[in-house]
Structure formats: C-alpha cells, structure tokens
C-alpha cells in the first residue's frame, strides 16, 4: 500500500472525496490538517495550503473545504480501528502511528489524574504528519562525521520542517549497515515520539538498518540510559534534544565511550550557542561536528562546522579552509 492509499483510508469519507482530487506528489505532502468547524488545509513542499471544493490547493481562504465535528470523529474511529480504548496509551501522549509510519497528532479536552495526563476525550483537532524516508540523503554529509571506524559527536542544526529528521533517519541507516569500505556499527535510537522508525505495533516503517535498536515512545534521558546498559551501541541517534534532562543523559552516553548523533531546532550556531543548555556543550566543545541546514530550502546543508566552528562544507560539500562560524 501506497504513502497515498495509506492516508487516504484514514480520512472521513468526505474529506477523502476531496483530497482524493488533488493531483498532487505525496512525496512532498508534509500534513494533512483536520480541525472542527475550520478549513481543511495541507502543508505542501514547505508551504501551507488550502483544499477548494474543486480538488486544488489554494492559499485563497474564500469558501475551502470546511472540517466538521463528525469529520473528525469518523476520521479518529477510522484511525483507531474504531477502538479508541486500544490506543490509549498512545493518546496519553498526543500521537497515534498509523500504517506506514504517519504519525497522527490529536488535540483536545485533557484529563488530568495527580497532574498527570490520563486521557484525552472531545478530539477536535487532527494533524496527519507523513512520515518520508529518502535514501542516500546523507550521502554528502557522511563523509564530514566519520572518524576512523567509528563517528564524531554530531549534532543537526535546522529549522522546523527542513529535513533534519529525515536525514537523521538516512545516517542511522547507513552508519548502521556499513559499506563495502566501512564497517557497519550497533546503533541505538531512542525514538521519543515515532519518528525515527515510526514503529507500528512494534515494527518500524522506516529502514534504519539492520543493526539498529529502537525504543519506541521512551523519554530520551531514561532511553540513553538504558540502550547504554543493555543494548552496548557503538552510537545512539536522539532527534530534537533541547532539556536540562536530554543533556545530562547526553554527556552521560558520551562519558561511557558511546558516539552521539542528535539533531536540535535552530537557525545559526550563533543562536545554539545562545541557547542557556546548549551552549555550555557548544563552549566546552562537546560536539565535534555541526550539520546545518537551510531554513530556506528544504533538506540542503547550508554548512558543516567542526568543534571549534570551522567551516568545513559548503551546500555542495566542496572542503573549504579558514572560516569560522
């Protein structure tokens, strides 16, 4: 089944009737955007749009495509199987993965048990976020981070929406099955929210390797922790650090010998190196490597840096000297 036939199953019957109008590439369909008594609307190619009557997108908010509340009930029951109680669990934590790894996040009225959040009822806003994979996208960055047989400490700098988890996905990938020329090594990943393998019923969508370890839904700092203990990795991949937390699991992994590769949301190093938590580790020169990406065009490298913020790569990945960050 297709990225297209996946989402499509999932969708009430009538906003399916209209998104399935849309002559559209869905490898560049980002989010299918579901709320009560508001539009319908899409994130495509990086830009928001809306869906007309006649199947187009358009950026013209006159009479669109309007989301009732049954479309967003009889798209959660189509989501859920119509069991809502199975995924429970999942709702505890805003998403829910569906086949092919999409991750659906929901919004709505919250129940709190001893401040903590036991369930979510009276659904009304639905975010569809397709989940894409794009092999040998890392091609050009990979070269910058390896280190003899193993990697440098790396962190991904990028805006949102720009390619930062989907290139993260591609240099698990590769790390973890090696080449004809590099060995492949143990990769743990602690995916926080289904992103990364986006697993479905325990099985990941995506393709990380086949020497990679995925938690699946595990807080980073308790998921460090344990594929150190258990797991033995040589590295272990976490997407969109930023805690108090995620930094001492971080330099914990470090202190035991094991390889970090991590992505943050950020536009320069300038502003990582603002950041109160991150820029300790930017000062102390924790990380060895800095892959930054473009906030104007989606999944190009604007630069690589090493530790000291010598800039090592520009967007065609030609080695340049003498600059700095």
Not at 212 to 238: F, H, Q, W, Y
Request: glycine content about 8%.
């Amino acid at each position: 089944m297709g990225q297209r036939d996946q989402v499509l199953r999932v969708l009430a019957r009538d906003l399916r009737r209209y998104m399935e109008k849309l002559d559209i590439d869905y490898r560049l369909l980002q989010e299918i955007r579901i709320r009560a008594d508001a539009p319908l609307m899409v994130v495509y190619h990086g830009k928001e749009y809306f869906i007309s009557r006649s199947g187009c997108l358009t950026t013209d908010p006159e009479a669109p495509v309007m989301a009732e509340r049954q479309d967003v009930k009889e798209t959660m029951e189509r989501i859920s199987n119509y069991s809502m109680y199975a995924f429970e669990e999942e709702l505890k934590q805003g998403f829910i993965t569906i086949q092919g790894g999409h991750r659906v996040g929901v919004a709505g009225k919250i129940v709190l048990e001893k401040d903590q959040v036991k369930n979510l009822r009276y659904i009304s806003f639905i975010n569809i976020r397709l989940a894409h994979q794009l092999l040998g996208c890392g091609d050009g960055v990979l070269p910058y981070l390896i280190n003899g047989e193993s990697i440098y400490h790396t962190l991904i700098i990028s805006p949102p929406r720009c390619g930062k988890t989907t290139l993260l996905r591609d240099l698990i990938r590769q790390l973890s099955n090696g080449s004809a020329k590099r060995r492949g090594m143990n990769v743990g990943v602690v995916d926080e929210r289904s992103e990364l393998g986006a697993c479905y019923q325990g099985t990941p969508q995506n393709d990380l390797g086949y020497r990679t370890d995925i938690l699946d839904c595990c807080p980073k700092k308790e998921g460090m922790m344990m594929l150190v203990r258990s797991m033995s990795p040589n590295v272990i991949a976490v997407d969109e650090i930023g805690s108090r937390e995620d930094v001492e699991a971080l330099e914990y992994v470090m202190n035991c010998g094991v390889k970090i590769l991590a992505t943050v949301h950020g536009k320069s190093m300038e502003e990582i190196r603002k950041k109160p938590i991150l820029g300790r580790l930017v000062q102390e020169k924790v990380f060895q490597r800095y892959v930054l990406l473009s906030a104007s065009q989606i999944g190009r490298v604007d630069a690589i840096f090493d530790e000291r913020g010598t800039y090592l790569a520009h967007p065609c990945g030609d080695v340049q000297e003498g600059g700095e960050a």
